[in-house]
């Protein structure tokens, strides 16, 4: 992701099936520490989910954040998602094992909720 007005790289996002069958997707992000704070994970997740469910027809989305990464649980309820669990040991990083939260949205969680004021995201 490069802000429009500057060229400035902000970090990268994406979108994944992970299950065509069961129409399962995931979403995941990573932002330079200057573009925390911003608004950027929200506006970025938004985007995601949207394609994910209007375009790509998916049933479920599903993210991952360490626990200890507040900020990011925080977008994850902001855009609509539930903490579903906790997956413990889930990821290598920084030399050891590392818990993570479990985020879902349904389809018809979405529908219900997916104008962008009810996140208090400017279109």
């Known amino acids: 992701m490069i802000l429009q ?12 099936v992970a299950d065509p069958h069961n129409r399962e997707a995931w979403i995941g992000y990573v932002f330079s520490r200057e573009a925390w704070g ?18 790509l027809g998916v049933h479920r989305i599903i993210a991952t954040c360490d626990p200890a990464n507040v900020a990011s649980a925080r977008v994850l309820e902001k855009i609509g998602m539930q903490r579903e669990g906790r997956l413990r040991q889930h990821k290598w990083a ?11 949205i349904l389809e018809d969680e979405w529908e219900r909720t997916r104008s962008a004021d009810a996140y208090g995201v400017a279109e």
């Open 5 to 16: 007005e500057t060229g400035q790289f902000l970090g990268n996002c994406g979108i994944g």
């Open 38 to 55: 911003h608004g950027y994970a929200t506006e970025a997740s938004l985007a995601l989910l949207a394609l994910g469910f209007e375009q």
């Open 94 to 104: 920084r030399d050891r094992w590392r818990d993570s939260y479990l985020y879902g």
